[in-house]
């Protein structure tokens, strides 16, 4: 299921302006060229496909601060961290409520550590000209891809602190480590969506044995949030 645009609506005012401009100068540091996007056949914009043509996103989970209520998928009694990258790679120091960690002086940031998901990015433009692109499909490039889920009552008071180091979340007496064979998000981004949201379906193993189910759909500032945790932490029979 993915999320339908309506041209009269958006998610996008003064409070959320700083997360957009930030997402504007990412995409805008990104390399890519004219000739490299393809024009996609009845619809309008520019599509690339990463990492082949666009690095990615400059992020190591899908964890953030930066919109209220899009913080993890949740049902109030597990969260669920999505990695990108290897949480091996995460610096000890970056704070993962920020999302981005762009390439500056201090390094190549995101990008130093290699991205575990792949998928392309739909452009109106391309970078040069857009904030963000307009949609993101992504899907693991691994069949071990990360996910980790930790007790929301450990996980709240961390993400209400604003600072979210992955030693925080490693420590948490309930962290449950699972690796998705399957992996599938649809990302509608904030600013430049007509109706920014998010759906990512996944199903894999526990570490340990057993296994899991994942679902989250968000929609209009969780106007929409549905999140489905299943964890069945049984070995296999």
Known sequence: MFFTNHPSRTLFSKR?????????????ML??????????????????????????????????LLVPNFDVP???????????RDPACVPDDFNLGRFFDVPGPQGL???????????HEIWRNGPEADLAPI??????AVPNLPIWFVSWNE????????????????????LVR??????EEAL???GTADIPGITLRSEGTLEGGGKFWLKWQFTDQGAEDEVTIRLLRKPWR
């Not at 996007?37 to 964890?63: E, I, K, M, T, W």
């Not at 940031?109 to 998928?119: D, K, Q």
């Not at 699972?178 to 992996?183: D, R, T, V």
């Open 31 to 64: 390399p890519w060229t004219a000739s490299q996007a393809q024009q996609l056949p009845g619809q309008p914009g520019l599509q690339l496909d990463f990492p082949a043509q666009s690095p990615g996103v400059p992020a190591y989970a899908r964890l953030e």
């Open 188 to 190: 509608y981004p904030n």
């Open 178 to 183: 699972g690796s998705a064979y399957w992996y």
């Open 74 to 84: 949740n049902n109030k009694r597990w969260a669920a961290i999505v990695f990108y």
């Open 155 to 174: 996980l709240k008071p961390i993400l209400e602190s604003g600072q979210v180091f992955i030693g925080d979340i490693a420590g948490l007496p309930s």
């Open 16 to 28: 959320f302006r700083p997360a957009v401009l930030a997402a504007a100068l990412i995409f805008g």
């Open 135 to 140: 949609y993101v499909r992504t899907r693991n």
């Open 109 to 119: 940031g995101a990008f130093a550590c290699p991205l575990l998901v792949e998928g």
